[in-house]
């Protein structure tokens, strides 16, 4: 059973930085293409970041233009593990993130498209003020 846990969200000033991590079991992450989503009270699920790495090489990464130069996608396959580090956090970034592993590759766009992921954490929350 594939099983995808966040960890890492908080509370935090405008400013601020958290590090969210996503643990995978029950899969192999070896070429995959892993995203983080984020969803807002009364918003559709955005995609923020993604990531396709393959022989522990990161070939692709792709950002929002909302969070580009602030956040950084990566990846330990070592550990299996997806990351998130979200740097100078603004009250608009508030939101529940989630993260997900699609079985295939990606490029371009495609990897903050909901629907290309096959499974989903339960998210974690990080909320902002200003």
């Known amino acids: 059973q594939v099983q995808l846990v966040e960890s890492g969200g908080g509370s935090v000033q405008a400013g601020g930085s958290l590090r969210l991590s996503c643990a995978v079991s029950g899969y192999f992450l070896s070429r995959n293409c892993m995203g983080w989503f984020r969803q807002a009270p009364g918003k559709e699920r955005e995609g923020v970041a993604a990531i396709y790495s393959g022989g522990g090489i990161t070939l692709y990464t792709y950002y929002a233009d909302s969070v580009k130069g602030r956040f950084t996608i990566s990846q330990d396959n070592a550990k299996n593990t997806l990351y998130l580090q979200m740097n100078s956090l603004k009250p608009e970034d508030t939101a529940m993130y989630y993260c997900?592993?699609?079985?295939?590759?990606?490029?371009?766009?495609?990897?903050?498209?909901?629907?290309?992921?096959?499974?989903w954490g339960q998210g974690t929350q990080v909320t902002v003020s200003s």
């Open positions: 997900a592993l699609a079985r295939i590759s990606c490029s371009g766009t495609y990897g903050l498209l909901p629907d290309l992921h096959n499974y």
